[in-house]
Each structure stands twice: as structure tokens, then as C-alpha cells.
């Protein structure tokens, strides 16, 4: 059994405002409209590798991650997959507004942890009806677009390196420390470039002093000049993604 597991048998499986309050979608209602949820919303553990849906499915439920991070990909004809967007404590995963609305892309748990579960037709209906939680949702569609838009532009202008830099960093902005457990099989298949790429990349970053490297495990000591190596398309993003938080903790 390993940790995560041992862990959520321990967890108390009611929710609380606070526990809640750790999805920054959720953080920004007003307590009551966010108690007014509690009826509806799970608490649920999000296992490393997990399926949420896969494309084509029916969504049944609706995600706000708290400390998980799920990777949203895009599967080829052949089964390849290729990331393209993440989503963690910021944003939420799986908004279906149409009974008949199928996934259009896979989302898979790529950092365990939790997350609060919402009945895709219950959002529905809260969608609406309008009010705090629809504004939120459209605000952070927005945002989504936004980032579906550089990963586009950054996949073309970019080196392998600044693509590197990027990606570790959007895990690095969801996570609560500076250890990432990635393989470069891993990443090379979200990236969609051979694993010898990621190598070269990734020795280029550690010979500079970046980061540390060991199997399945990447420290980040100097998150500055990662920030510097990523180029212009991630600093746009986490300026996007700061400027919400502040208007969450507002």
C-alpha cells in the first residue's frame, strides 16, 4: 500500500470550508455560497496515473483539484498523447455545460494527492442559474484559452530547453516544494520529442546549476533562472496565473 493510499484511509472523508478553500475557484465564493455547495460536493482521492475520463467519455463529475495535479492530453489516431494543458489548485477539470457534451481530451492525475468532486449535472444547474461560481468558471475558461494559446505559439518558437524549463515550472507552480517526480520518458511523451532530446535538455539545465536530476526525480535550486531559461511565454502565464490568485484572496 503505498503512501497516498495509507493516507486517505486515515482521512476524514467530510469536508470542511477550509479544506475546501484549498481550490482557489472555490476559495473565492462568499462562505455562504460555498456551504450552499457542501450538499453536493466529495471529497475524493486523486491516485497517480488515475483516469479522470479519456476522450469520448461522458463526464460525470466536474474536479477542483487542491494539492493533485492533472494533466490534460490530446491522444492521436496512433495513441500517442501530448500534453496540453495542466491544471492544478488554481482551476478545475471536467466542465461539461450540455447533457449530450463528450471529453474532448484525456485528463490524467500526474501528482497524487486530493480533490473535490462536483456531479457534472448538478454544475449545471449552479451554472444556470448564474451567480458567483458560473463567473468563476467563465473567468477561468478564459484563462484556459489564454494558455492553450502560448503552449501553441511557445511549441513552435521555443527550444527544447525553454521547453523543458516551462513545463517543470507549471508543476512547479502547483506543488508544494521544489521536487518534481517525473521520469524524462514522461515528459518526453507530454512534450512530443524523443527522450534522448529531453537528456540533452535536461543536462544542459543541470550543468548550469537549474536543477538537480536523478531517476524519477527533478530538484529545482534556482527557480529564477529557470524562470529566465523558459522565456517570455511562461512569465506571461504565471503573471495571468498571479493575477487571479490575488483576485481570489481578495
Not at 108 to 128: H, W
Request: aromatic share 8%; hydrophobic share 40%.
Amino acid at each position: 500500500m503505498n503512501a497516498l493510499h495509507t493516507a486517505s484511509a486515515a482521512a476524514p472523508q467530510s469536508i470542511s470550508l477550509i479544506g475546501a478553500q484549498q481550490n482557489d475557484l472555490l476559495r473565492a465564493l462568499s462562505r455562504e455560497d460555498l456551504l450552499a455547495l457542501f450538499g453536493d460536493l466529495e471529497l475524493v482521492t486523486l491516485p497517480e496515473g488515475k483516469h479522470l475520463f479519456d476522450f469520448g467519455d461522458a463526464v460525470e463529475y466536474t474536479y477542483f483539484p487542491t494539492n493533485a495535479i492533472i494533466s490534460l492530453q490530446y491522444v492521436m489516431e496512433d495513441g500517442a498523447t501530448t500534453e496540453i494543458a495542466v491544471v492544478g489548485r488554481e482551476g478545475v477539470v471536467g466542465v461539461a455545460l450540455h447533457p449530450t457534451e463528450r471529453a474532448s481530451y484525456a485528463a490524467v492525475v500526474q501528482t497524487a494527492g486530493y480533490g473535490y468532486r462536483l456531479k457534472t449535472s448538478v454544475l449545471r444547474e449552479v451554472f444556470y442559474t448564474g451567480g458567483p461560481l458560473a463567473q468563476q468558471l467563465m473567468r477561468y475558461t478564459s484563462m484556459m484559452f489564454a494558455q492553450l494559446a502560448q503552449n501553441v505559439a511557445g511549441s513552435r518558437h521555443t527550444s527544447i530547453e525553454q521547453k523543458l524549463c516551462r513545463w517543470l515550472l507549471e508543476r512547479l507552480d502547483r506543488s508544494l516544494s521544489n521536487e518534481l517526480k517525473v521520469t524524462q520518458e514522461m515528459i518526453a511523451n507530454m512534450l512530443g520529442v524523443r527522450r534522448e532530446s529531453i537528456t540533452g535538455a535536461a543536462g544542459k539545465l543541470a550543468q548550469e546549476g537549474l536543477i538537480t536530476y536523478r531517476r524519477g526525480l527533478v530538484t529545482v535550486l534556482d527557480r529564477e533562472g529557470m524562470e529566465r531559461r523558459a522565456g517570455s511565454c511562461y512569465q506571461a502565464r504565471a503573471n495571468n496565473m498571479a493575477s487571479d490568485q490575488q483576485r481570489y484572496a481578495a
